[in-house]
Nanobody
Framework: VALQASGGGSVQAGDSLRLSCAAS????????MAWFRKAPGKEREFVAF????????HSADSVKGRFTISRDNAKNTLYLEMNSLKPEDTAVYYC????????????????????WGQGTQVTVSS
């Protein structure tokens, strides 16, 4: 499965963005999906996870209440709605597909994912 992330950009603090991750060459509908991000000089970090059915989601404490992960299995697409953006949200955002279907545990571990999008840059200025 190939993943293509889009929707990043340069915004002001307090603005919103919606990231999309479209899949081709296979279905996402049986797999949990996640967003990770990597800021300059920092390690890649978990942002949000959604179970294959969309009924379970998890978010990092740093984005809870501001970011919402969702998916449309009919469109084979993952989303990340980002509101109240802060300068510390500046990073390259990556979507990722879990290696094993139907699994919801250990969702924060990047090693549990085998397909990654190319990344989309989000820059938030104060």
């Amino acid at each position: 499965v190939a993943l293509q992330a889009s929707g990043g950009g340069s915004v002001q603090a307090g603005d919103s963005l919606r990231l999309s991750c479209a899949a081709s060459g296979g279905t996402l509908s049986n797999y949990g999906m996640a967003w990770f991000r990597k800021a300059p000089g920092k390690e890649r970090e978990f942002v949000a996870f959604i179970w294959y059915s969309g009924t379970i989601t998890h978010s990092a404490d740093s984005v809870k209440g501001r970011f919402t992960i969702s998916r449309d299995n009919a469109k084979n697409t993952l989303y990340l709605e980002m509101n109240s953006l802060k300068p510390e949200d500046t990073a390259v955002y990556y979507c990722a597909k879990r290696t094993r279907p139907y699994v919801s545990s250990n969702y924060y571990n990047a090693r549990e994912y085998d397909s990654w999008g190319q990344g989309t840059q989000v820059t938030v200025s104060s």
